[in-house]
């Protein structure tokens, strides 16, 4: 049955409106936009609108600091967050380009749809429509959004004002769409017109909708941030191999680890994230064995290798999902380093002697990744900290540290940068 709600032609109203609710949901209930998603936010939408939607909501809240800037000349105080909302949503998309008219309609008529916002329509017209007429060369003048304060001080401290400033000026870019081959890259990126990476992974700058790329049906390729790539090219499965992916989904780890020719079980506390997981290996043709159940509690042991891609503040990936500055205020740092410790004594117990625990985070915080190391090492003596398997192609030698590799997103700037990520390879010893 069609929902002729999700199908008639509606110049973009029922994806801005969507792409209003994502936006009011991450910036006055502290939802990020998966949750949002998955709690059915975009469901009666059609596909082409759900990716507008998406698309909508996830660059004006890349651009939220600009827009208000843009906007506060006209304001004499601020109206009610759904207004403020649409305001920034009509500034984002009229200097980046869109018809201003349009917009101006589209807002208006989504405000004046509203009981509690009706009255705001004559200032989101007038203010939308003087901004139509305001230079464009003034946006790309505003300042880079910075982060919010409560991420910006432990970044700051770790990594320094210059770094923090470039790895912004990554995050306020829409990302390129990154691939890692099933097969040979290089034939690949040939293929796709890709910039191959000295990494391995493949990327293209303007992708277009994903599911229409040559090669993505027969499931020769699967998305994944070039930086994420590199964890399971670190531990360098080899044919035959029992590896355990113990935080495995959705899944990308899975796929390069089951490609390589290991026998790998993928384990996640997710039904829902299992299912697409299993869809993943479903597309690629890839297959591993699956778990749905609590890392900690999984007690099969004598594995060869184990991945730990432990769940994190995500810091790493805010390039991809700028929701996260606006959703969270960092209240559940504490909880999640306290998980990643258990998490890392669990896994070593599972490995056989000699065996390679991985430890990975895509978080830009050291309290989980680097200290996270030091300390697993002070409470395991014996334990090995094999830095040398972290010398990977592509991988500069200053990005290795003490601890393990620091992927950021302002390193390859001038490529398109990379997600944040920790990654260190620790070796049981054969006797303990
Ligand atoms: C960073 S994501 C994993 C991404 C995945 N490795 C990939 O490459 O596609 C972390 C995962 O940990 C899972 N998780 C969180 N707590 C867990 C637990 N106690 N046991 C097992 N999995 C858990 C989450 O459901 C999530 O899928």
Not at 213 to 234: I, K, S
Not at 236 to 242: L, M, T, V
Not at 355 to 374: K, M, Y
Request: net charge negative; charged share 25%.
């Amino acid at each position: 049955m069609t929902d002729a709600r999700a199908t008639a032609p509606d110049d973009g109203l029922a994806a801005r409106r969507a792409a209003l609710h994502l936006i009011g949901q991450a910036t006055g209930s502290q939802r990020l936009l998966s949750e949002s998603i998955a709690a059915g936010a975009l469901e009666r939408l059609s596909p082409p609108d759900r990716a507008r939607a998406q698309r909508l909501a996830t660059q004006a809240l890349r651009q939220l600091p600009r827009a208000d800037r843009a906007l506060k000349p006209f304001l004499a105080k601020q109206p009610p967050l759904a207004v403020r909302n649409a305001l920034r949503l009509g500034a984002v998309e009229i200097m980046e380009g869109a018809a201003p008219h349009g917009v101006v309609n589209a807002m208006v008529q989504i405000i004046g749809h509203g009981k509690r916002t009706q009255s705001y329509k004559g200032l989101v017209n007038a203010v939308l429509r003087r901004l139509g007429d305001q230079d464009p060369q003034a946006w790309a003048k505003l300042p880079v959004p910075k982060l919010p304060n409560w991420l910006r001080g432990p970044m700051v401290a770790a990594w320094g004002r210059d770094a923090v400033a470039a790895m912004e000026a990554v995050q306020a870019e829409a990302p390129p769409l990154d691939l890692t081959a099933k097969g040979d890259p290089a034939a690949l990126a040939e293929r796709l017109g890709a910039e191959l990476l000295p990494t391995g992974s493949l990327r293209l700058r303007e992708a277009g909708q994903v599911s229409a790329l040559p090669g993505f049906e027969t499931g020769d390729w699967w998305v994944q941030d070039a930086a994420a790539a590199v964890a399971a090219r670190v531990l360098d499965a080899q044919p035959g191999e029992r590896v355990l992916d113990l935080c495995a989904a959705p899944g990308g780890k899975t796929m390069q680890i089951a490609a390589a020719g290991a026998e790998v079980t993928a384990l996640d506390l997710s039904e829902a994230r299992l299912g697409r997981l299993r869809e993943n290996l479903d597309r690629t043709g890839l297959s591993a064995r699956i778990v749905q159940g609590d890392a900690l509690e999984f007690d099969e042991g004598g594995f060869d290798a184990i991945l730990l891609d432990a769940p994190c503040s995500a810091t790493g990936t805010i390039r991809r999902h700028p929701d996260l500055p606006h959703a969270k205020d960092g209240a559940e740092f504490g909880a999640l380093i306290e998980l990643q410790a258990e998490m890392i004594d669990h896994a070593l117990g599972l490995l056989a002697p000699g065996g390679r625990l991985v430890f990975c985070t895509c978080s830009l915080l050291p309290d989980e990744g680097e200290v996270q190391v030091e300390e697993a090492l002070a409470r395991h003596p014996g334990l090995v900290n094999d830095r040398a398997a972290l010398a990977r192609p592509g991988i500069a030698e200053d990005w290795i540290g003490p601890e393990g590799l620091r992927l950021r997103p302002d390193f390859w700037a001038d490529r398109g940068g990379m997600d944040g990520f920790f990654i260190a390879c620790l070796r049981r010893p054969q006797t303990a």
